[in-house]
């Protein structure tokens, strides 16, 4: 038996390092500025043993977009274990929140992905756009559950308020301009639920 004290977590496997370093790499520099090189010395792994894991950068793209699919997968599985579809929407809000200081830095994580692809002429180009119309299709199903005959036109307002807020957070490096649009946000929700 081992003291969970004492207990010493195993490293990451290196595929794992380099789609995570790629994330966050694409994330803070986009993708037409990182290299492979920029990568592989984000997830300490030498140049040379990334060609066994990932052949081009583009394979990293594929990947990292994948990666986004599962994390919008894994928060809108912990968002349905709410009872209320208010209650979704604005803890949707509080994480987007959560994040005002990323975004002051760097926009949103997955909005600045999908613009700097969509101006790509690559065969991947598009499934930015179906993880983003996931996202918007949540949206619309919580707005429907609030009874709403208008929920399309709200789950674009409601995803739009927030890639939108987050462009002005990065344009002007001010978080506070998050906080205030999410409170603005939950208020809004608040009306449509009442």
């Known amino acids: 038996m081992t003291n969970s004290s004492t207990q010493v977590t195993a490293p ?6 380099l789609i995570d370093a790629a994330i966050r790499v ?3 520099q986009g993708v037409e500025k990182t290299t492979i090189a920029d990568i592989a010395r984000a997830a300490d792994v030498p140049v040379g043993n990334v060609y ?3 052949k081009t950068k583009d394979q990293f793209v594929e990947t990292v977009i994948a990666a986004h699919e599962a994390i ?3 928060t809108i ?3 349905e274990q709410l009872p209320a579809p208010a209650q979704r929407l604005k803890a949707m809000v509080a994480g987007w929140v959560d994040q005002r200081d990323m975004a002051a830095n760097f926009g949103c994580p997955f909005g600045t992905l999908a613009t700097e ?4 002429n690559e065969p991947f180009a598009a499934e930015p756009a179906r993880v983003m119309q996931r ?3 949540w949206a619309r199903t919580q707005f429907e559950a609030l009874d709403r005959d208008d929920a399309d036109e709200l789950a674009i307002a409601f995803i739009a308020a927030y890639q939108g807020i987050s462009v002005l957070t990065n344009t002007f490096g001010n978080p506070a301009l998050m906080t205030t649009e999410g409170a603005r ?3 809004w929700i608040d009306e449509l639920a009442a």
Do not use: G, P
């Open 77 to 79: 599985t912990a968002l």
């Open 185 to 187: 946000l939950q208020r």
């Open 52 to 54: 066994y894991y990932f």
């Open 135 to 137: 996202l918007i299709d």
């Open 117 to 120: 692809l969509n101006k790509r």
């Open 12 to 17: 990451k496997k290196k595929r794992e390092r």
């Open 26 to 28: 694409f994330y803070e």
């Open 72 to 74: 919008l997968d894994a």
